[in-house]
């Protein structure tokens, strides 16, 4: 009441005065209401037609983008994708595109910095560790291609996540067959096939990269795996030929090469790979005549170690024969054969297995050390030395 | 502002003012808080109309530049040469024939309407602002929208607050209120506008217009948020520091910043001038050719230098491009904003200002990735900071680069790098340039503003500066005036300090004792001969006017010690104030 009595009384045309300015200001502030409501609709209409336009341009140049990618044109997909990524800056799977662009037109520094920014704020995304990978290998950076594709195995996939993970995989395992790391390639290769569905593509891969990795046992053994389904893969045929045949199991060997030559896709293939299987048949054929199979009869097996012998002696006589000085290895061996009686015959052999044994020890010994010391033999001495090298597996099933 | 410019506004400001006397209203006696109330409520509007025409004027930059130079300009297209020079013809002929009040950036040209012309800025030329930066900007000239927001901001509270026939002095203050409405909506950072009208174009914390500015400038903000979303205006990758080593590379980047920063203003205040000063005629092709050169670097290879450039400030916060193209945009970009500001394009600087400080932020962190790999940061990260650096070293707004990168990238952690870069490129920019670029440009244009830097760093005279120590006599209030006498005529002093028992003060000047002395008898305590008014009491933080209004009255004004109390730290005499002022 204090503050009401302290205000100054108005006269009549001053409170009309005052009237008329409350009437005024209303007007103005209603108008200006007004002007703001009228504002935002404009503001509106543009900023929509504005953002639909936006959308179908990113959409547009996403497609050109894509499709020069495809094309193998990537200097246009990058002017493309960034084009794309001025319309819509969020758009995740683009920058990733335009970081492949870039680095599929050698601008590798340029794709390295846009994945590494992209890593800090996905630093668990499995394609975004797969591309630095890629170009880390490419920079020769090999510990730090590893391990990026460790990081994109151990990463988030969209979608189809398994499947990526085993490709990525895969291709971490030629890496580093590249790079002659084949104990690594091995593991990662156990590791894919432990999680491989059974699919005879994905066994044909897995046994291509472990036969590449020098791991002929479990080469065979995918490779057979393969071979369980029909129809029956020529792929599968050939790869478990030629690793029963580098595991020395040629009778394995002669048995899958005979199924190789006779499957209908054979003949489709090259003719040096057709020349190719046809020795190789040929040579497990010749080898499975030589042995001296426990499975022949005495005198048989007997035969075959007589001939085995002459076949060594001659190498040995040929190989000494070429050297003015001979070496002590060979002296050694030219010893060991003395020892032995000079003329054997059948019975002599058919009767004394420690002595056919000795022999077939002495043969493969020869072979050896002749290899080592007058080069790489020929012929039947070929064949033995194929032998000496898993006299034991040569039967194996 | 150009002479016909200035004619138009005093014309207009002096037919305002009579409009105004014509109806004898006593506003004090009918409506005495209507400025008050209607200040707050207009603040808001002012907000909302600015928002709404920083966005139409945003997307119509945006729209000009798809329509004119097409959704993705790449080097080698015609229209690149051809789109800015004859853009830049027919924005200078707007210019010089309908619009001149649109030349420039905005920011000296608000603060001309606050202190020249009492906050007005014509509506013409708010029209002529949108209009000619939107075509200039959106054609390719490399300029930015921000600094012709401020303006815009500016001309809606200037126009609305006229509207409403509100006082001339609060007229003045919607000039600043519209501004930071403005910023606030082209940046979407309403701290930093706010920022950066009170270290630009206030130049102090004034609480009169404080709360008016952040309502403006927050509902600015919502109405640009509403539209573009809450994002901040770069996607901003995140931002660490790990190891304190790189703080380091930070501060290369403050160096890098401020002799940027020195060459950017160097070359502006070499070129305007000369631009400015040929023949009038030359006017109307001075933007074309800006725009010829500004789009052949675009046509022989570099269309990011062209517009804005904030999808390229965005590419380069995440590593797009590598070092040595980032050193050759920061570059290439100071000489293309040169020539098109220089040659009185409509457009602002801030933009291109933080293109160049990306870039070069951005170079410097690629240079660290590939060099020191084992460090943390990412390029992002520096060409954020980066951003900072250039505004402190350019716009001499250290304050505003500071929490403009804090507020951009909503990531507080980036604290120490931004800090210590800006700082660095201030400091350093400062001592190769003293004079900020904004008061470069106001002394080319032939007007004196007040410089804010120089406001901000004045160092304020406080009572301390001018104390002495007693040397009149000092008396209790009990003494009598014969003692009072003797004691004032050994010393020979003109005036006495005499302390009453209640601890209060009276300084007497030695004729005023006289005239008592010649009334009472000698022996009257002086305390029973003292009027009832007593010595003002004040403290050496004081400033030193505060004294000023006293010395009329008293002789000497004591000044205490405010944790002691009743402990006298020295007098100070109107002498003694008017030579410290005469030391400055």
Redesign the interface.
């Known amino acids: 009441m204090a503050v009401l009595q302290l205000r100054p009384v108005l006269t009549p045309e001053e409170r009309q005065q005052k009237q008329k300015l409350i009437l005024r200001d209303a007007l103005a502030l209603f108008s200006l209401f007004a002007i703001a409501i009228v504002l935002f609709f404009v503001t509106y209409l543009l900023f929509h037609s504005f953002s639909v336009h936006r959308q179908q341009l990113a959409q547009r140049w996403l497609a050109r983008g894509d499709s020069a990618l495809h094309a193998g044109q990537p200097q246009v997909a990058i002017d493309a994708l960034r084009s794309a990524l001025a319309y819509a800056p969020d758009e995740e799977n683009l920058q990733i595109e335009l970081a492949e662009a870039l680095a599929a037109a050698g601008r590798t520094q340029e794709a390295v910095a846009y994945f590494n920014t992209l890593l800090e704020t996905q630093p668990g995304n499995g394609l975004i560790n797969l591309q630095l990978a890629r170009l880390a290998a490419r920079q020769g950076s090999e510990v730090l291609a590893i391990q990026y594709y460790q990081t994109a195995l151990d990463g988030t996939w969209e979608g189809d996540g398994y499947i990526r993970r085993r490709e990525v995989r895969l291709e971490l395992v030629r890496y580093l067959i590249d790079c002659k790391r084949y104990e690594q390639a091995r593991s990662q290769l156990l590791i894919a096939a432990g999680n491989a569905p059974d699919d005879p593509n994905i066994e044909i891969a897995v046994a291509g990269l472990l036969e590449q990795a020098q791991d002929p046992a479990n080469t065979l053994h995918f490779y057979k795996k393969a071979l369980q389904h029909r129809p029956v893969r020529l792929a599968a045929l050939e790869g478990a030929g030629r690793a029963a045949y580098a595991l020395s199991r040629y009778l394995q060997a002669k048995e899958l090469l005979e199924r190789t030559l006779n499957h209908p896709d054979f003949e489709k293939q090259p003719a040096d790979i057709q020349a190719q299987y046809r020795n190789m048949l040929a040579d497990a054929d010749h080898i499975l005549g030589l042995y001296p199979s426990s499975e022949l009869t005495v005198r048989a097996r007997a035969e075959r170690i007589l001939n085995a012998r002459r076949i060594a002696q001659e190498r040995l006589a040929s190989c000494l024969s070429g050297k003015t000085a001979i070496p002590p290895q060979l002296q050694t061996l030219a010893g060991q054969w003395q020892q032995q009686p000079a003329t054997l015959r059948l019975p002599q052999m058919e009767k004394d297995p420690e002595l056919e044994q000795t022999i077939m020890q002495l043969v493969y010994q020869t072979e050896q050390i002749t290899a080592q010391q007058c080069g790489a033999p020929t012929g039947d001495d070929a064949l033995l030395l194929k032998i000496a090298q898993a006299p034991e597996a040569i039967e194996l099933p | 502002m150009s002479a016909p410019s200035i004619q138009e506004a005093v014309k207009r400001v002096t037919a305002r003012v009579v409009r105004r006397e014509e109806?004898p209203?006593?506003m004090d006696?009918?409506?005495p808080t209507?400025d008050e109330r209607?200040f707050l409520?207009?603040s808001i509007?002012i907000g909302?109309?600015s928002g709404?025409?920083v966005?139409?004027f945003r997307?119509?930059i945006?729209?000009i530049k798809?329509l004119t130079l097409g959704?993705?300009p790449?080097a080698g297209q015609f229209r690149l040469l051809l789109v800015p020079a004859l853009a830049g013809l027919f924005v200078a002929a707007l210019v010089q024939l309908f619009f001149p009040g649109a030349r420039g950036s905005g920011v000296n040209q608000t603060k001309a309407a606050l202190y020249i012309y009492n906050g007005y800025i014509s509506f013409k030329t708010v029209i002529g602002k949108f209009i000619t930066s939107a075509l200039a900007i959106g054609c390719g000239h490399s300029l930015g929208p921000e600094d012709p927001s401020l303006q815009i901001g500016a001309g809606v509270a200037s126009i609305?607050a006229r509207?409403?026939n509100l006082s001339k002095q609060r007229l003045r203050l919607f000039a600043p209120i519209g501004a930071a409405a403005g910023l606030a909506a082209a940046f979407n950072a309403p701290i930093s506008a706010i920022l950066f009208v009170i270290e630009e174009v206030i130049g102090n914390w004034s609480a009169a217009v404080l709360g008016s500015i952040v309502l403006s400038a927050i509902s600015s903000v919502v109405v640009a948020r509403w539209?573009w979303g809450s994002e901040p205006m770069f996607?901003i990758?995140?931002v660490t520091l790990r190891d304190p080593r790189e703080l380091i590379a930070y501060a290369v980047l403050g160096i890098v910043g401020g002799f940027s920063a020195l060459v950017f203003s160097k070359a502006l205040g070499y070129l305007r001038p000369r631009l400015r000063a040929l023949p009038h005629w030359t006017h109307y092709f001075q933007s074309g050719v800006a725009g010829l050169l500004v789009g052949l670097i675009g046509f022989l290879g570099l269309p990011q230098v062209m517009g804005p450039g904030y999808?390229v400030i965005?590419?380069a916060?995440?590593?797009?491009?590598?070092w040595k193209l980032l050193i050759a945009l920061a570059l290439l970009k100071i000489l293309a904003t040169t020539l098109s500001f220089s040659s009185g394009t409509p457009g602002g600087m801030f933009a291109p200002t933080l293109f160049i400080g990306a870039m070069l932020g951005g170079s410097v962190g690629?240079f660290e990735?590939?060099f020191f790999p084992h460090l943390t940061g990412?390029?992002?990260s520096y060409a954020l900071v980066g951003m900072g650096v250039l505004f402190a070293g350019f716009l001499r707004a250290p304050l505003t680069s500071v929490f403009m990168v804090l507020e951009v990238s909503g990531n507080y952690s980036i604290i120490l790098p931004v800090i210590l870069a800006n700082m660095i490129a201030y400091l350093l920019s400062r001592g190769l340039q003293p004079t900020p670029i904004f008061e470069i440009f106001t002394h080319q244009d032939g007007l004196v503003l007040p410089s804010m830097e120089e406001e901000r760093e004045e160092s304020e005279l406080h009572l301390e500066d001018a104390l002495r120590a007693v040397d009149v006599p000092l008396i209790k209030g009990s003494e009598s005036i014969a003692e009072a006498a003797q004691a004032i005529s050994v010393v020979q002093a003109s005036a006495l300090l005499i302390h009453l028992w209640d601890g209060s003060w009276y300084a007497m000047r030695a004729e005023e004792l006289t005239s008592i002395g010649a009334t009472l008898t000698p022996d009257t305590p002086l305390e029973r001969a003292l009027p009832a008014e007593r010595a003002p009491i004040l403290f050496p933080d004081l400033p030193l006017d505060s004294a000023l209004p006293y010395f009329p009255r008293w002789p000497l004004v004591p000044v205490m010690n405010r944790a002691s109390k009743g402990t006298l730290e020295g007098i100070v005499t109107l002498e003694d104030v008017l030579r410290r002022y005469q030391r400055l």
């Open positions: 109806p209203l006593d006696k009918i409506a209507r209607l409520v207009l509007f909302v109309l709404l025409l966005v139409s997307i119509a945006e729209w798809i959704s993705a790449h609305v509207r409403l539209f996607r990758p995140s999808e965005d590419q916060m995440h590593g797009q491009f590598a690629s990735k590939l990412s390029v992002g």
